[in-house]
């Protein structure tokens, strides 16, 4: 039903089940007849991009495999507050023992899907803009923290600090300017990589230009000064815009013109999706021998 | 200088380094010479509480064990904009490939610290509610959470499934009743912990106290239905309210008198304090031989 | 058929494999036809408490997800003496790779069920005292081992060092005092916890009943001394008491009133229980495919 | 000071600290001073054989580097009751947060040991019969226990189904009989290997020989059986018998001229040696800084 | 369908996985529909001998339990140019996934069992020499090198340090000569296992013998050299040769007479064999739900 | 003294090291004082480029963090034949111990390094054509061997599946041409990247021009169609060749004018390089206490 979840999610999933269900679940125990079988829907309470549903039957699956979760809306899809995202049935201690640790996954990636969504929207009509992550994301979360951005409509930045280069204003300094910077990276760096080069100025921006950098990043700059750095590019370069951007400054920093602006919020300060697993029907079902 | 990190912690640390540079730090590689030395420092851009700094301090000793981390203010410390929290010396390559892990951890630490923080300082003068946590945590990162809910004055509630019985709507109707489910509670569960059970109105708070409950939850209630909650119990019980707990409402549930307030925002949407680690006064060392 | 494993199980399960079976098992390849399927029995030697079916099950399947086990007896059954307590079908070659790595988990298992229903047995008859277990468990399967002490009829004490306050003579003289102590930890522990304290007379059995306690511990008193202090305590607080208790004594010490017995020797000391394994009606079935 | 210990152990050791001290220590959080420092005595409390320090010393270090344990009775040492078996000195937090921990480790190993010296001690005086363990191990600790029967003056039988090769009944018949199996195993096996084989009579001990088998084990036999059998081989062979061997029994079976008898008690039931640590001299040593 | 892997190498998959995969397939995610299914075959492009095939089968199945891998050649069997050695079926993007892991294992272990049935060949005919391989492996393959050694009709040397008592020049000179070096070993081995001992000439192999060694290795000798070795052991010792043994030289090496000859390039230098997996016959199956 | 090695790689040693030495080294034990002081010489038998010293060293500080490893030649440096590579000090016990272990990774990384510089040098002089790396990697050393072909003076292709965008003919037949695939790839990809594209013949290559692409794969062309490819780009693209390249054929390739000859064989198929680890020198010292 899902793609492949990479082994590190594997991993992480474990750690989280572990660190809330490793000792067992004592109420539940004593209340619960481990017979009884039930069913429950997980339901949006406020709007929401969906991301993660895998990552929550995973770990409905890892703690009952007979746990089934039926997803209604596929991921990158939105939800209104009310709508059932998704069902689950199995026995009622299962689900009790594995809903926070699923819902822990999944509010969270929603969230981050939905924080993306807010900010493309702001984005004019028809601009083409793209709104990216950046390796600000949640410990152990990256992959899936990324794919969220993909299912909210933004797109990825360097996945990881060799999934591009990215030449900041510490390294200009220590290869002796960024001429020296662009140029050792050309070299050096595999070629399935871009070069990219934080600029500061108008200056670094044609020394950048000259040496034959692939991307600039026009960092904290006012949209005035985006907007003249935009047009001296001319279409030249790949020109992204970060800094501090919110939801009130992304559309002002698009409509200057850049070809992608980096928000570390998306991942970073996303706060989680306010979802609901209500169980309901239970049932007391024959043994499960 | 810090308190043991349980293996748990040491695992996430080491994904996380995985995520980030497990490939390779290509730029950094291209551009910094390997003997150069440098310092940097870390600074609150705007008010905070500190959490984490040995977490920080690890991701760094892990990169290379010559980074070494000095902190200025100690966990659960203040700092005002523009405070240095610590500084943090060594290869000029092993700070620029560790900063990006070790903030990514630090400033979600500190941003639950800080929230919690505010969360209490909302509290009437003199007032002996607690503001507590719950399981809504970050995959991986629990006992750091918690630990920064500390850092921030808050109180954690029950750390996993196994540190605490809390009877729920779904386990009472299981167990056939609150008399019931707190009986079978009382009779199984380890003599360490206490027994709490959610309810929903008066009789139902009535029914636990006959039975013996030693905390009952007070979830999605009015601040008045709470005051009379609390009028009834009369100090007989640990008296906890919850349920989409705001910074805009804390007080006046507080007020109601109710010993524990649990507020899941504190761990689930706290934003990432606002840190930069600057790096500075690089020296072209001899080399490291 | 059975309950959740915790994945730190899942992980001693896959050591245990992999230091009895990851180089491979050279007789079994060399004497062993692969494509023959077989059958055994799993037989008490002497009488003794189910404990770790599941466990004995989730070996054979890692080993060979075509071994089925299908148990005879539920946990915390009874079995005397010959008893079958669960059969295994799958192929010889597994059956026999699997079958040692299983039954060092599952005797040990037995084991302490049966060592805590022996303790258990030894009560008059109708007392409430319980008996429960320490921390003084086998590095590694500490969840197995306390579900085995509740399988032997036996309760759990606090399975961590976060899932209970326990203030020992260390901490007390740390502190300053018992009431120092448990006033502390009134203060400080999470709600979901009651404070207990080791006390060593009467008149710090009387500070603790005043500093708040909600369970005092009776480490290594006479009987005589552990009934002036149930008399003393009334009923108010939980009373528990421990110190190298032996089937022998533990009868007189519940007769004293205590509220429970904490035994070290149940996980720390329990023989492996006698069981075998008992291959038969081998057939050479057609090839696996 | 110690050898090497397998990367296994290591993770085990990090396994029994996450269960134990993965959620924290509250009470120790809440009494003690995070600066005090203190000592401690590693103390017999009844005559025991040494095994483990190594890793009690490991599990301290790992929970607080600052923690120095020094040991006073070699691995293999006999100790009386009352004897010091190391110190440990540090902060009086983590000495007390480790404590349990090392010592579940440590008291086992010491009671593995100890008990393989009773029974080395029953032999009759210059008999050269060596005493065994089996692969009845606890799982995660086969390595630990191994080589606590070293240091109790036993020897190790094949430390994993790859480290010997041992045709058993069920071998035996699926090979269609004792020649056929000793046959394919010596023609196959690893040159490095001896084979050995069980037999359960003279004709089977014949047969074994004359097959070119290198060690014959006699299981579950009288003395009796065992003085014939060890007769007919006359010294042609390595003879082991095993089965159920007590302190009681294991005299006559080494005076019936067994080379080795193998006793699987030696780790699967081995009372755990009763050792206790004493803190003491605590000081507020000035600020760890 | 295959036997069973031990826990080690399914880390070591999830580790291969990870460290292509564990960020995702961007290409195959921009430009494969995920309900598209496919088949493709595993083609020979050189003879081979065929091992692995369910490793490559477990890397499919970790990407995607979907994908189904059907063996058309057992492991050991022999592989034309052209032929097919297994089909696998799925979604296309899975099996585009799975590929390059799977071949990087698959190619490496044919490689292998190529190698030794080349050494294995050049043997004079009816020869019952061995080939053995070394501790010479890729570091976390042993276990699946050592089995491909087996599939190319070679033998195993000791598995591990654990696995076979070998005496090289360094222990001899700790030791104080041959003859104490045996002895020890004699007396403290495991009795399931011989001892081997390098000999650098005559006198030191007279002096093996004396001391009862099992076995002996004669380490970069001449052919001349070594024959005249075996005459003087006459058949009572297992006689091993080793050092630089190349296909040219491994003939006359065996018709010298040792029991085996071991060979560091089996493990250490085994080209990859040369396969393809060709995709084929893609059509747009109905989503996958 | 070296630079991080990450995670995955420390987990890689480790099991390296479990694989190995995780039963212990018998024969150690029983020859070698464990007091023994000694020192040895890693030493080039033929000539070789060094890669992995750093990884020798971790392998042995795991085994003993007394052993102390002082490398002689930098990372990327060339050794004659009898050239000291390095020198390790330490425990005698420990030097044997570690050797073969770090041995494995230090021979095939050192054996990767020369490979790649063998096929450098024959590149014509100037000639700025580089060689570079696949994915055809060993299991779990991708990064080493990814550094190892930079020592070697080689380039790094893509390092895993998201470092890069690479669309090959299975992608170009489901997409529904080169256009449609590399514009997906282009909308859609992380934009630190490039796009490369797989063209079979001169129509695929201009499409491939038209439709953006920033890299070109000729895959298995003859030399000339190579020549004409690259004749018809004109320097606008950056052209890989690939496909069973030698040293034979290298030369030529890259006189065709192209940027980059991709060649497995790196990988895949570098023999070890030949190294002794030599033992000298020891001394009885005092004891390690």
Redesign the interface.
Known sequence: ?F??L???V?????????????????????????N?KGSGRLVAKRPLVVSGLDVFARVCE???PEVEVAPRIAAGGVAAAGDVLATARGP???L??AE??A???F??LC?VATLTRDFVERLPEGCPT?I?DT?????????LE??AVIHGGG??????????????E??????GGIAA?VT??R????????V?VEVRGLSELLEAIDAGA??VLLDNMTTAQVARCVQIVAGRL?V?ASGGVSLDTVADLAAAGV??ISV??LT??A??ADISFL?ES?TDAPP??
């Open positions: 039903m793609e492949m990479p082994p590190m594997h991993t992480l999933i474990d750690s989280a089940i572990e660190e809330d269900l490793g000792r067992g679940d004592i109420t539940t125990r004593l209340t619960i007849d481990p009884a890892r703690v009952d009622v201690a299962s009790l023992m926070r640790v819902l822990n996954f509010q969270r969230g793209r990216t390796r600000k994301t949640t410990p152990g979360m990256r992959y990324r794919r797109h990825n930045h360097r996945l990881d600090l060799s999934g591009g280069v990215l030449i900041k510490n390294h200009v300094a220590a290869a910077a050792a990276c070299a050096g760096a595999p070629h399935p990589l871009r990219e692939d991307v790949f992204e070809d992608a570390g919020a970073h300060s706060p989680a169980l239970v499960r021998s």
